[in-house]
């Protein structure tokens, strides 16, 4: 089992920064990918970046050179930061975590962003 609990979310304006963490609690942390999925009201939710075990990383096309992905596998943590935000960036955002079968959901975090 992993526990996996958000923080950082708030209200930014357009142009402004956040960082998202993510605590993770359980065994084999290191071996799970770790995303971080977002869902606005009424849609879908949807990926936004994926961190590999292998520290590899993958990038939603509409947050690619604004969003950065890390973990820190000491400390079971993995954090999200966020630059360059626009109001299409609004919804709530959850942490993932998935090895094989197991595949583990926060309760989210809602970021919203002012224009």
């Known amino acids: 089992q992993v526990q996996l609990v958000e923080s950082g979310g708030g209200l930014v304006q357009s142009g402004g920064s956040l960082r998202l963490s993510c605590a993770a609690s359980g065994s084999a942390f290191s071996r799970y990918n770790m995303s971080w999925y977002r869902q606005a009201p009424g849609k879908q939710r949807d990926m936004v970046a994926t961190?590999?075990?292998?520290?590899?990383?993958n990038y939603a096309d509409s947050v690619k050179g604004r969003f950065t992905i890390s973990r820190d596998n000491a400390d079971t943590m993995v954090y999200l930061q966020m630059n360059s935000l626009k109001a299409e960036d609004t919804a709530v955002y959850y942490c993932n975590a998935r090895w094989g079968m197991a595949d583990f959901w926060g309760q989210g975090t809602q970021v919203t962003v002012a224009s």
């Open positions: 961190i590999s075990s292998g520290d590899n990383t």
